[in-house]
Structures are given as C-alpha cells and as structure tokens.
C-alpha cells in the first residue's frame, strides 16, 4: 500500500467514522473501511445536500481512505468532486487540491501533479503568504514530483525554499523536508553529504526525519532510496547509537531493500547488526524475529547451511521464550527450510510439531499457515487423506485473501480430485476465493452469476444480473469489486 502522507482528519464532519474506516483500513479490511465512509458520504448529503461544504468534506475523506487503499483513480473522482464545491473555506479547499496532486502522481500522470501542486502552491502562497508554515506544505510534495520528473535543479531549489520555511518556523514537518532533500541531493550527483548539519538538530527532528526517509520507500526510486539509507544507517548509529529504535528500523529497512535489490551480503550483515543490538538489550522476541529474518536470508543467498544451522539456534529460542505460537511459527519456517534440504523425515516432524503447537495459541493465522504448510506436505508424500485434513483445519484458520489461504485451496482442490499436487491450480484458487469474497457482500437477489478470471495476470469480471440495480445498488456493486481487488493484492504483497 502507498505511504502518501493524507490527513485523516475529518473537517465539519463526526470524527467517529474515519477513525472507524482508518482502523479498518490498517487491519486490511479495505471493502469494510470504504463502506463505513460510503454510508456517512450518504449521511452528509441527506443533512446537508449534495455540493454542500459537508459534503466536499465528506468526499475528500472517502477519497483519503481509497487512496490508502490502493484507489488513486476513485479517489481522485473523490478529490475533484470536493473541489468542484464553491470553496467556503479556502484552507479546506486548499487540501483537497494537495490531496488531488497527491493521487495523481501516485498514478504517474505526474505532469497533471505538478500542474495541481503548482496551482495549489500559489494558492497557498495567497492565502497564507510566503514566510507561512502552510505555504512550505504545499512546496514540499510539489518538489517531490519535480525529482520524479527529473527537473533535479527545481526540485533543489524548491526542496530548499522548504526547508528553510519550517526550519525558522520551527515546525515538525521540517524533518520531512529533509528526508526529500536527502534524495534529491542525491539524485544531483554533487557529492555533498545527504545529512548535513546532522548534529545541529535536536534529537526528536533527526528521529522524524529518519522515520520520514523511511516512509519514502514505494515513492523513490528503489536504488536511490537505498543509498540513501545507507548513508541514513551510518549517520543516526553515530548520533543516536547501535540500540535506538530508530537506528534499528533503519537497519531493517536496509535489510529489506538488499532483499528487493539483490544485495544479499548487504542483508545478512543488517540483519545480523539488529540481532545483536536485540540481543544486548535482552529483547528475546525480537531477537527471535531478527533471526528468523536471518536464517532467510541466509536461505536466499544460496547458503543452505547457515539457514539450517540458523532456525536451529531460533528453535531454542523460541522455547526458551515459551510461547507456543512463536515455536510454532519457527518450526514452521524450519520444516519448510528441511523440506527444500530434501531431509524429509525431519521436515515432517518439525511441520506436525509446527501444528502441534499453534494449537496451544491463540493466533489462529499461525494455526492456518501450520496447518496448511502440514497439508501441502503430506499431498506431496502422496498421503491424500492425511493432507486433505490438515489443508480442510488449517483453511478454517485463515481468511479468504490470505496468500497461503490461496495455496491451501489449490491444493485441496487437487486433493479432492486425487492429485498428489495443486502447485500449478494457484489461479484458480484465487478465482475462487475472489468470487466468494465479492458474492457475500452483494444483495443476493441482485446478482445471477459473477465470474472473476486471471487473464494476462490480472482479473477479468464478469457480472450477470437478475433484474436491473438501482444508481446505489450499481455504485455498490463497483466499489465492492474495486475495493476487492485492492484487498487481494494488498494481502497478498504484505504476507507473501
């Protein structure tokens, strides 16, 4: 999911359900998130009209929640419906232009973006003037879609107009600005450091500015966004030392991006960096999942060994901490580890374990991902009825979107028709489950049939209907599939 910075803050509007659509929206429950802010959108125009001020507001809130949700183009409809209202109130007007300059480019029509960011900026600069705070808002999204458009001598000076904006009005956002600036020093090939005047600043910028780069990832490019990490990695250790939290999380995400770019002697020695600060500061569980993390990388760096001998040593972690869905968990990635080892006699006994203690817990996702592993397995051995068991309790587990819910329907799916494997009937598990997700939440005396295909790796929809919808029955309809097809890929690329 994209990590554009959006207001969530409801204007004139009860807080109550955008807090509610926010929550659920970090939950994964996108369908669920969007239908809160769709009934209070209706709320709004029964009390107040439709093109009301309330409802511009009440727009520019469902559309926050789309765009979150991976729908830059509904919630662009979103934006532009807000701003097509009279503005009663500038300042409310004004970000629901950044909102909509925001969505564009996350859909890369990044010359539409800078057109409405510009428009924005001067609106800004009107309204608040120029040595404002709120005016410096407006530049700093503006110079980030310049760098994306690779006008890096405007997107400096912009950057740096910023910059100095919130640094003399001592405002927080300044850290921010900073973090893009990093990036866009960097994209100018200058040499000059990223993080200069790095201990001028007082700890709390450096920590939200470290936290901002962070958040940069998705929007930079990912091999700019990694050197600036790096440089980002050794700049807070020496400021803020090897155990700060935020030290930490920059190590991670530099374990993360050596993942994505192929850097694996980058990842193991970030990894291996947080494991240690873990382990010194007496953190067991997070050490537990830095070593999980570390036996994987090991794994995809070919090292076959090290990971072995690494879930090994995070087995006896795991029981020294004592709880029963962590060990499961290991013994889950250590079973599956000693399956592609090809020691079957051991992978199995780790995966029955794996199941064994996961029903001591309470997390039912860690029952479903034992189970279904357990299940795969043992169709694989070609021991069907043993495996359609363990598939049927551990799909009980897991929602319908879950990645290894989708692997697990495929296989039973197989099972049930006596293969012994349904590796390559992952397609039609997700069409599957894709249609199921979308039929219960539809009126059922409305639709015939509905048909969900994968076609050149995407869905094709197809929806029959008993009798014609009504203009809400019909936006419903198109939102919940939208909606759908947002949740599926978001959980599948989170949990994957």
Not at 45 to 70: E, F, K, M, Y
Not at 117 to 123: I, K, N, P, S
Not at 283 to 302: F, I, K, P, V, W
Not at 368 to 395: C, K, P, S, Y
Request: charged share 25%.
């Amino acid at each position: 999911m994209s990590r554009e910075r959006i207001d969530f803050r409801a204007v004139n509007v009860s807080a109550a359900p955008i807090d509610v659509a926010v929550s659920l929206m970090h939950e994964g429950r996108f369908v669920e998130a969007e239908e809160v802010m769709v009934r209070e959108l209706r709320a709004v125009t029964v009390r107040h009209g439709h093109g009301s001020a309330a409802w511009a507001s009440a727009q520019c809130d469902l559309g926050n929640i789309l765009l979150n949700c991976d729908q830059p183009d509904r919630a662009i409809a979103c934006y532009r419906a807000a701003i097509a209202v009279p503005a009663v109130d500038r300042k409310e007007h004004l970000t629901y232009r950044l909102n909509l300059g925001l969505a564009l480019r996350m859909t890369g029509r990044l010359e539409d973006a800078e057109a409405e960011l510009r428009r924005g900026a001067e609106g800004r600069q009107a309204f608040y003037g120029r040595d404002h705070a709120g005016y410096a808002f407006g530049l700093e999204p503006l110079a980030d879609v310049l760098l994306q458009r690779g006008n890096v001598g405007q997107a400096r000076d912009v950057i740096e107009e910023a910059v100095r904006n919130l640094w003399s009005n001592g405002h927080d956002q300044v850290a921010s600005a900073l973090a893009l600036r990093a990036e866009v020093v960097h994209a100018g090939g200058t040499g000059e450091p990223l993080f200069a005047g790095l201990d001028q600043l007082p700890d709390g910028v450096v920590e939200a500015m470290a936290s901002a780069v962070l958040l940069r990832q998705g929007l930079a490019e990912p091999a700019a966004h990694r050197a600036v990490i790096a440089v980002l990695a050794t700049a807070v250790e020496v400021r803020l030392g090897p155990d700060h939290p935020v030290t930490l999380n920059v190590l991670t995400a530099l374990a993360n991006t050596g993942r994505d770019l192929g850097d694996p002697a980058g990842r193991v020695d970030a990894i291996r960096r947080v494991l240690a600060s873990h382990d010194r500061q007496g953190r067991a569980e997070d050490a537990l999942t830095a070593e999980l993390g570390l036996a994987l990388a090991y794994g995809d760096a070919g090292d076959r060994d090290g990971a072995l001998r690494t879930y090994e040593a995070a087995h006896r972690r795991a029981l020294r901490i004592d709880r029963p869905e962590l060990t499961s968990l290991v013994l889950r990635n250590w079973g599956l580890a000693l399956r592609d080892a090809g020691q079957t006699a051991e992978a199995e006994r780790c995966l029955t374990d794996a199941v064994t203690h996961a029903q001591r817990g309470a997390d039912f996702e860690i029952l479903g991902r034992a189970g279904v592993a357990l299940g795969i397995f043992l169709q694989h051995q070609e021991r069907l009825a043993q495996a359609r068991t363990a598939l049927e309790q551990g799909l009980a587990a897991l929602p319908d979107a879950h990645p290894d819910a989708i692997a697990g329907r495929s296989h039973l799916g197989a099972v049930l028709r006596g293969r012994t494997c349904g590796c390559g009937d992952v397609a039609g598990a997700v069409e599957e489950a894709f249609r199921e997700f979308v039929v219960r939440r539809l009126p059922q005396d409305l639709l015939e049939r509905f048909e969900a295909r994968i076609v050149d790796g995407d869905f094709k929809i197809e929806v029959h209907l008993r009798r014609e919808p009504t203009e809400e029955e019909l936006q419903r309809l198109n939102g919940v599939v939208q909606s759908a097809l947002a949740e599926f890929r978001h959980r599948v690329q989170d949990q994957g």
